[in-house]
Nanobody, 117 residues
Framework: QVQLVESGGGLVQSGGSLRLSCAAS????????MAWYRQSPGKQRELVAH???????TYADSVKGRFTISGDIAKSTVYLQMNSLKPEDTAVYYC???????????WGQGTQVTVSS
């Protein structure tokens, strides 16, 4: 059973930075897309950024210019560098992998990011 293991969340002051990491264990093949989502209390889960196996990246408008997604699909690892953090970035962040050969997606357990003002 594949698990996505996340790390790097925590408490940071407004304007600070955090780096989230997510790795599949065991590593996976045939990954089409790796993504980060987030969910705040009372809100729907939203896409923050994704990275495809062709190297294409997409970002939510609210994080453009501040967050950077990177990773190594062959190593089943994805990162999210978050700079200039704002209190509204406070949420539980989830990584998500889509495996095209199985037609299924996998979710991490979530890591809390809290930005204080």
């Amino acid at each position: 059973q594949v698990q996505l293991v996340e790390s790097g969340g925590g408490l940071v002051q407004s304007g600070g930075s955090l780096r989230l990491s997510c790795a599949a264990s065991p590593s996976m093949s045939s990954i089409y897309r790796m993504a980060w989502y987030r969910q705040s209390p009372g809100k729907q889960r939203e896409l923050v950024a994704h990275l495809t196996n062709e190297g294409t990246t997409t970002y939510a408008d609210s994080v453009k210019g501040r967050f950077t997604i990177s990773g190594d699909i062959a190593k089943s690892t994805v990162y999210l560098q978050m700079n200039s953090l704002k209190p509204e970035d406070t949420a539980v962040y989830y990584c998500n992998f889509y495996q095209w050969s199985q037609g299924r997606e996998y979710w991490g357990q979530g890591t809390q990011v809290t930005v204080s003002s």
